[in-house]
């Protein structure tokens, strides 16, 4: 009699809702200086001993550890005085550039110094300001304290030379009641964790006996009871039938969402031909502002350079009719802001309002007004307004271009970062900071710059045409990439950036994601490169700009497509253009856009879609070249519909060899031909091949020695006997194929207790 399996629905909320009590106690406690003394170290040069590192001396030029080689078995290993978690490091530098600096490390940190995992993949800059990192103390969403931490040292910022760390600071919480939670916690996760991947052993081979006794001396539990269910009717019950209705109620359940999130888009580019009613559209141009009304299907467009003047024009087009409307002509003449580009527009999504700041001014235009002008466009009066004829006086940001700014609408502030601060001396612009304005009171309020921040905080250095979005759920602006010259009258000497911060609202407070997310299997460092945001989704979306690829000094134009996965911090490449150059652009016209920079992309949350306009091509040919193309971009993404069809298909295919195993021929062939047929997805290569292979088995047919006791779409089995190895291990096989549609917090452990094993 094959035992019956009682396994209770795996549900981790018990752990969940701890753990974030846990969580948001700390993130009210400030983090303090944790005490740590030297525990190891691999070697070092004459009297620059690892307990160097401990005092902060920037002038001392022997205050620092230095490696006897510059190898990669070089490490620190510190010892905390108490177990903690340990969230931030700091490292300190000579008050000058030096060679020793460490271009790479790693850091990891754990309970023992030999099992640690990695904490952090980052590098120093070379120069004499002090780097705060934030460190990973969470894995699989538990928190771990750690009493070791080591540092390993990669390269030095000068070749073939030692390494050096001048001074190592380390910030969390060593609070004793919030550690032990924590810690105790975290033992009793891997301690079921431990047990869970017995569970999946013994079930793989089918030791019921033991996989019931200790599942019941313990009471831990594998896996969601649908997931279970289905366990039992395919691999046990070899209930095919079942199996496909389990999937169904699994699918009205929305439980295929996240693997669908993670699944590669596709990219369905469509031209849009649009006019307004006289026949006119928008000239070419780049450089120019668009917002989108998600709510109405509106897109608004506004000035930008033509390739020989800056343009004042003002439209709107209307994704329901598909038209183009022109607002105006010139809004100069109407009362509203002067030509301009590189200036920036925000929407209002509330109150219909769309503010804009700064333009760009040719640096021969001496004689230029220098001051900023504010303006807000309210579209139920068709009215311009002028705010303010230089933000600045009123303790906002001066003449600035390629800057960013969003609104959060519910507390009418708007958030202004980064931009080159024009002056009428080139040597003295200057990079514009971090601003807020109340709408409400008419205030301006300087957040951060670069001579003004929080001391042994995340440094938000400013920087031109970067990105920035608001998440509004979080209160949170994401920027990152853009370009920091080192000086302004040297555009050669250009540094493009590809790291990524958080800044949160509430507490004012800088996180950094990532120093370089290049390295991490991101995209290149980049500039003018536009951003958007589906804040339902989880997901960021990167249309390229200028970009400096690894080990090139020359920029160069494409378009890529990157999203981005919020929760999992996880860049995806979804669509890359390589065609570029005026013969290809030709080629693809009617089909995909031509590689370019300085374009305008708007994102509409309703509808899902994307649209681009204009912008610059980059043609060295012809330097004042500008686009007026208008395209819709929409990502495809596999259904609910999709997975059940590749399920159904798998499942069937099974089915259908087992059948072949019964010696019935006419049986097989005829599910063959009815059933598996009508779930082939014929479009796909692959699956077809895989189709038509399966005629195989009716040529191959060899009665099975104990084929009576194969059930088909029957009740479990009295004994394991009663099912062949190879029929259960296809089935196994079957269902953890299965159980990639599913979230990870119903699924058994993704490890195998096998593979634990070391070799030595």
């Not at 070899?238 to 699918?251: C, N, Q, V």
């Not at 009418?412 to 601060?421: E, S």
């Not at 077809?688 to 060899?702: D, V």
Request: charged share 25%; hydrophobic share 30%.
């Amino acid at each position: 009699m094959l035992p019956t399996i009682q396994i209770n629905a795996y549900n981790n909320t018990t752990a969940n809702n701890y753990m974030e009590q846990s969580l948001n106690c700390m993130s009210m406690l400030p983090i303090e200086k944790l005490k740590y003394s030297i525990h190891a170290w691999s070697s070092h040069s004459a009297s620059y001993h690892p307990k160097n590192i401990m005092v902060n001396k920037p002038q001392d030029q022997s205050s620092r550890w230095s490696s006897n080689s510059n190898n990669h078995m070089q490490y620190i290993t510190i010892k905390l005085d108490k177990m903690s978690i340990v969230k931030t490091i700091t490292f300190g530098k000579y008050y000058k550039v030096h060679v020793c600096n460490l271009k790479e490390f790693k850091v990891y940190g754990g309970l023992t110094p030999n099992n640690m995992i990695e904490l952090l993949h980052s590098g120093l800059k070379n120069d004499c300001e002090t780097e705060t990192f934030t460190l990973k103390y969470k894995s699989n969403d538990i928190v771990f304290p750690c009493l070791y931490i080591k540092i390993v040292p990669l390269v030095a910022w000068g070749t073939n030379f030692n390494f050096s760390i001048w001074y190592v600071e380390l910030k969390g919480h060593s609070q004793q009641h919030i550690v032990e939670k924590v810690y105790q916690k975290y033992v009793d996760y891997r301690e079921n964790e431990v047990i869970r991947l017995c569970l999946k052993h013994f079930r793989q081979r089918c030791y019921l006996d033991t996989f019931n006794s200790l599942q019941n001396l313990t009471n831990i539990k594998l896996e969601d009871q649908l997931l279970t269910d289905l366990h039992t009717n395919l691999v046990f019950n070899g209930d095919f039938d079942t199996t496909e209705k389990i999937l169904y109620r699994a699918s009205e359940k929305n439980l295929f969402d996240d693997y669908i999130k993670e699944c590669q888009c596709k990219t369905l580019w469509k031209r849009i031909y649009a006019t307004d009613k006289d026949g006119n559209s928008p000239y070419m141009r780049g450089g120019h502002q668009m917002c989108i009304d998600s709510e109405l299907g509106k897109i608004y467009m506004f000035g930008g350079w033509d390739g020989s003047k800056d343009l004042a024009d003002f439209w709107e087009y209307d994704e329901n009719t598909e038209k183009w409307t022109c607002i105006s002509k010139d809004t100069s003449k109407d009362g509203g802001p002067s030509p301009r580009s590189c200036h920036r527009i925000a929407f209002d999504t509330i109150n219909k309002q769309i503010y804009m700041l700064g333009y760009f001014i040719e640096s021969e235009n001496n004689d230029s007004n220098m001051e900023s002008d504010f303006w807000k466009y309210d579209i139920n009066s068709h009215r311009w307004i002028k705010l303010s004829s230089n933000t600045a006086a009123k303790g906002g940001p001066g003449l600035i271009y390629d800057h960013q700014m969003v609104i959060e609408p519910k507390s009418q502030i708007i958030y202004v970062f980064g931009g080159r601060t024009q002056a009428r001396n080139i040597s003295e612009d200057s990079y514009s900071g971090l601003y807020s304005y109340s709408i409400k009171e008419d205030k301006w309020r300087l957040l951060r710059s670069d001579s003004n921040q929080p001391e042994n905080s995340v440094k938000l250095k400013s920087r031109i045409g970067h990105s920035m979005l608001l998440n509004p759920e979080t209160n949170e602006l994401y920027i990152f990439a853009g370009k920091r010259n080192k000086v302004f009258d040297n555009e050669r000497e250009k540094n493009y950036l590809s790291d990524f911060y958080i800044y949160r609202i509430d507490d004012d407070y800088v996180i950094e994601v990532s120093r370089n997310y290049t390295m991490q299997g991101g995209p290149d460092a980049g500039f003018e490169q536009r951003a958007t945001m589906d804040i339902e989704l989880g997901e960021l979306y990167m249309l390229s700009g200028l970009l400096n690829e690894k080990n090139s000094n020359v920029d160069t134009v494409k378009n890529i497509l990157w999203m981005y996965n919020i929760k999992k911090k996880k860049w995806t490449k979804i669509y890359q253009n390589v065609n570029y150059g005026s013969e290809d652009n030709n080629r693809i016209s009617d089909k995909e856009p031509c590689t370019r920079f300085a374009s305008q992309l708007v994102y509409d949350t309703k509808r899902k879609v994307h649209f681009l306009f204009g912008g610059n091509p980059g043609e060295m040919s012809d330097p004042c070249l500008r686009l007026n193309d208008f395209w819709e971009l929409k990502l495809v993404r596999q259904s609910n519909e999709d997975i059940l069809r590749s399920a159904k298909f798998h499942i069937r295919k099974q089915k259908y060899k087992e059948i072949c195993n019964t010696g019935d021929y006419l049986q097989a062939l005829k599910f063959l031909q009815n059933n598996v047929s009508e779930v082939v997805n014929n479009s796909d290569e692959n699956e077809s091949k895989e189709f038509r292979e399966l005629t195989q088995f009716l040529f191959n047919i060899q009665k099975t020695t104990n084929s009576s006791n194969i059930k088909i779409d029957k009740k479990i089995p009295q004994n394991t006997n009663a099912i062949p190895n190879k029929i259960y291990k296809e089935r196994t096989e079957l269902y953890e194929f299965l159980l990639k549609y599913f979230p990870s917090s119903m699924k058994e452990p993704l490890e195998n207790l096998v593979d634990l094993v070391p070799m030595s």
